[in-house]
C-alpha cells in the first residue's frame, strides 16, 4: 500500500511537472509569434521608455503619470458601477420573479433591450440622448451606461440563483409567517448568493474590461490616456501590452478575493 501511495504521488509530481512545462512552452509561443510579428514589420521595442507614463519622482516626491492617473479613474468607474450593477441586477431579477404582470413586462423588455444592443450603442445613447436632459457629466453617463448593461446580465444571475432554492425553503418560511421580504433577507438569499458568486465574479471581470469603452466618451481613464500616450510617443505595443497587464492582474487579484470568499463561505456553512 506504502508503495502503491508512493507510486502515485511520483505520478501526481510527474503530470504536475508535464503542466508547468507545457504551461511555459504556451506562454514562450505566444511571446514569441509577438516578436516575430513586431520584427517583420520592423518594429523596434523601447520599453525603457514605458515607465515615465507610469510614474516619475520630482524633488524625490512619487507623481503618477498618466496611466496610473487614467487608472484611478477606471478604479472609480468599476467600484461604482460595480455597486450599482448588483443593486440593479438584483431589483431586475425581483421584479422578473413578482406576481406583477406589469413589473415582469418592464423588466423583460428591460432585459432584451440591454442584453441585446452593443454596450458602444448603449453608451453614445445615454451619452447624447440622456445626459442632456438630466444634465449629467460624461463621467456619470459612462457610469449609468455601464451599470445598466451589466445589471441586465446580473439579474439573470440573480435570478436562477433564487430559483435554484428549493420550494420547500419558501414553504417553511411562509409556515413560519415571515413575510416576503423578510424571506428573501434572511433565508433565500444568503443561500443563494452561495451559489452565484462565482458567476457574480464573472461579471465583475466583464465589467472591469468593459469600462475601457468609455474612452469614447473621452472619459480619460487607463484606455484612453494610452491611446493619447500612443498618439504621442508611438509605442504601440509596449503601450497596449502594459494596459493589458494592468487589467490582467486587476481581474486575476479580483478572481482571488473571490475565491478566498468562496472558502469562507463554505468553512463557515459547512
Not at 17 to 37: T, Y
Not at 189 to 214: F, G, H, Y
Request: charged share 15%.
Amino acid at each position: 500500500m506504502i508503495e502503491l501511495s508512493k507510486r502515485g504521488w511520483r505520478t501526481i509530481k510527474r503530470y504536475k511537472l508535464l503542466d508547468i512545462v507545457g504551461f511555459i512552452l504556451v506562454i514562450a509561443g505566444i511571446f514569441w509569434i509577438i516578436l516575430r510579428g513586431a520584427e517583420n514589420q520592423g518594429y523596434f521595442w523601447q520599453w525603457f521608455r514605458v515607465p515615465r507614463y507610469l510614474y516619475s519622482f520630482k524633488n524625490d516626491e512619487f507623481t503618477a503619470g498618466p496611466i496610473l492617473q487614467g487608472l484611478k479613474i477606471t478604479l472609480n468607474i468599476t467600484w461604482i458601477s460595480l455597486i450599482l450593477t448588483y443593486i440593479i441586477g438584483l431589483i431586475i431579477a425581483l421584479l422578473r420573479l413578482s406576481d406583477s404582470l406589469a413589473a415582469r413586462i418592464v423588466s423583460r423588455v428591460y432585459m432584451e433591450a440591454a442584453r441585446n444592443t452593443p454596450l458602444l450603442v448603449q453608451l453614445y445613447f445615454i451619452y447624447f440622448v440622456i445626459a442632456p436632459i438630466l444634465n449629467i457629466q460624461r463621467f456619470t453617463a459612462a457610469v449609468l451606461a455601464l451599470s445598466l448593461f451589466e445589471g441586465a446580465y446580473a439579474s439573470e444571475i440573480y435570478r436562477a440563483g433564487i430559483v435554484s432554492i428549493h420550494k420547500g425553503q419558501w414553504e417553511a418560511a411562509y409556515s413560519l409567517g415571515l413575510s416576503t421580504y423578510n424571506t428573501y433577507r434572511r433565508i433565500i438569499l444568503p443561500q443563494a448568493i452561495r451559489r452565484i458568486l462565482p458567476p457574480l465574479t464573472s461579471q465583475a471581470i466583464s465589467l472591469i474590461k468593459d469600462s475601457s469603452l468609455v474612452s469614447v466618451l473621452a472619459v480619460y481613464e487607463m484606455t484612453m490616456q494610452a491611446n493619447a500616450v500612443v498618439a504621442e510617443t508611438f509605442l504601440v505595443f509596449e503601450i497596449y501590452f502594459t494596459i493589458a497587464a494592468i487589467y490582467l492582474i486587476m481581474t486575476v487579484t479580483l478572481s482571488q478575493i473571490v475565491n478566498l470568499m468562496e472558502r469562507r463561505f463554505k468553512a463557515y456553512y459547512t
